[in-house]
């Protein structure tokens, strides 16, 4: 019954028509392991036991079960945000996304851990104990959705959902070797999503191979009337084209890529990549966009701003555990004080300070503006070629605790996933090899808006040649 660590939901359910196993009895098996075991991965802060199954409900995804990051509603579920603030909170409603998921027939296995209130990039800012990395114990797992990444990369969850504000899926999929879909902003539904940064907060998809994100992304994707954000974009629900190359398909290298300070090894596996890619028949294009080396202060900048704008709500008075005072102002401060942890603080002042009268110009007002020529540059370079190629972060998985001394130095992981947020731009990850260390290194794909389906067809023909999941396996063949 262990198999179901190495299936994807595609052959789990092959297997089920051929009279060979029940995906049902493989949920289950998953559970019980996820149980046993998460007390030294620590991806989940709760496990949802009455919602293994959706009862009476035929569809897709009948008898799987997903992992649900914190920040994401569910009626009854713990909604902590990885917070202290929020420890109680358990939300009334369901989320547009998991409202879908019941309908295709989805359970639910548990709740993931994560940054407090999407704040970092190590899944060690919050209140309810850190993530390890599958491949490593002694490292990071990537945040803020790491306990998704951990859980899908273990083999103790089908797929998962998560958030993904400068990079917050992307970069755990690629510290845990699994697949990372962030789509289009506004192309699935925010409506139960605990905002954060709502100008760039998006629901992704972290999945063990590409058809399954796919599968999961056409479920969750189009318009909600609950979300004025949503796009009309209509969603293609054919099956992905499963061509054998890439013949016709353009795909554009910044030249600015060798100006910026990456690991050799990671440099080394993304040109590796891009040969397979030209090897495969597509058409590498050399091409210029300096606005990519600055997209961490204009990231920096308006996600503090946005951050101590959404954060305001949190005073005890109706969210969370308030803290007694002889006035509200006592109240509100020793309930912040307690209930916020020192990455949220240090983002709440820098983005009063952004937004105060004397320096919203200075600092706000120039970074949205910045902003807005990074998407012209987009804009103009999709004019020329299908998709771009970057690596997903400078970095492979570090160990836990490196930036405990200087937390503002981690937010330079997001220097290469932060301009396909800032834009909102579909972006994927794809696993691609391992380190020196044994840990996974990725290729990170950005499409023009609304373009999920060419990067998904793209990252399947890759994902077949790369065979990633065949050479190397998983992390559960590793011991925490």
Not at 259 to 268: A, G, I, K
Not at 299 to 328: F, I, K, M, W
Not at 336 to 355: D, I, N, Y
Not at 363 to 375: G, T, V, W
Request: with cysteine.
């Amino acid at each position: 019954m262990n198999q179901f660590r190495s299936l994807t939901m595609q052959r789990a359910q092959q297997l089920q028509a051929e009279g060979a196993g029940s995906v049902k009895k493989l949920s289950q098996a998953m559970h019980d392991a996820a149980s046993d075991e998460n007390p030294a991965l620590g991806a989940y802060t709760n496990f949802l036991p009455n919602e293994n199954h959706s009862p009476m409900v035929s569809g897709n995804l009948e008898g799987f079960t997903a992992a649900i990051k914190a920040n994401i509603a569910g009626e009854g579920w713990p909604t902590h945000c990885g917070s202290r603030l929020l420890a109680n909170y358990c939300s009334p409603y369901d989320s547009t996304v998991v409202r879908r998921l019941r309908a295709s027939g989805c359970g639910f296995t548990g709740v993931t851990t994560m940054d407090e209130f999407g704040m970092g990039s190590s899944c060690e800012h919050t209140t309810l104990g850190r993530v390890v990395n599958p491949w490593n114990s002694g490292c990071s797992a990537g945040g803020s959705s790491g306990g998704s990444a951990a859980a899908v990369a273990s083999g103790l969850a089908w797929f998962a959902l998560g958030s993904d504000t400068g990079g917050s899926v992307r970069l755990p999929a690629h510290f845990c070797g699994v697949v990372g879909l962030k789509p289009t902003y506004g192309r699935i539904s925010r409506f139960g999503l605990v905002a954060f940064v709502s100008s760039l907060d998006t629901i992704g998809i972290l999945a063990r191979d590409v058809t399954d994100a796919h599968t999961v992304f056409n479920l969750l994707a189009g318009h909600d009337p609950h979300d004025s954000t949503t796009l009309a974009c209509p969603v293609d629900s054919n099956p992905l084209m499963r061509a054998s190359n890439l013949h016709g398909l353009r795909i554009g290298v910044p030249d600015e890529l060798a100006e910026m300070d990456l690991d050799p090894e990671v440099s080394q596996d993304h040109h590796e990549s891009l040969q397979r890619l030209k090897a495969l028949g597509a058409e590498l294009i050399s091409l210029s966009m300096k606005s990519i080396l600055n997209t961490v202060p204009i990231y920096t900048v308006l996600n503090c701003a946005e951050a101590a704008s959404n954060l305001h709500r949190y005073d005890g008075a109706q969210y969370g555990v308030r803290q007694p005072g002889a006035t509200y102002g006592e109240s509100l401060t020793a309930t912040r004080e307690s209930g916020f942890g020192s990455e949220v603080k240090r983002r709440l002042l820098l983005g009063a300070h952004v937004l105060s009268a004397g320096y919203r110009q200075q600092y706000y007002l120039k970074a949205c503006a910045a902003r807005q020529s990074l998407i012209q540059d987009f804009t103009n370079l999709f004019g020329k070629v299908d998709m771009l190629s970057l690596p997903t972060a400078p970095c492979t998985a570090f160990p836990l605790g490196s930036f405990s001394d200087d937390p503002v130095r981690m937010h330079l992981t997001d220097i290469l996933t932060a301009p396909a947020s800032l834009a909102g731009l579909p972006a994927l990850t794809i696993p691609t090899s391992l380190d020196s260390r044994g840990l996974p290194h990725s290729l990170q794909l950005i499409g023009p808006a609304c373009g999920e389906k060419q990067l998904l067809e793209c990252a399947l023909v890759l994902e077949r040649d790369l065979a990633f999941r065949q050479r190397k396996g998983g992390p559960w063949k590793t011991s925490l």
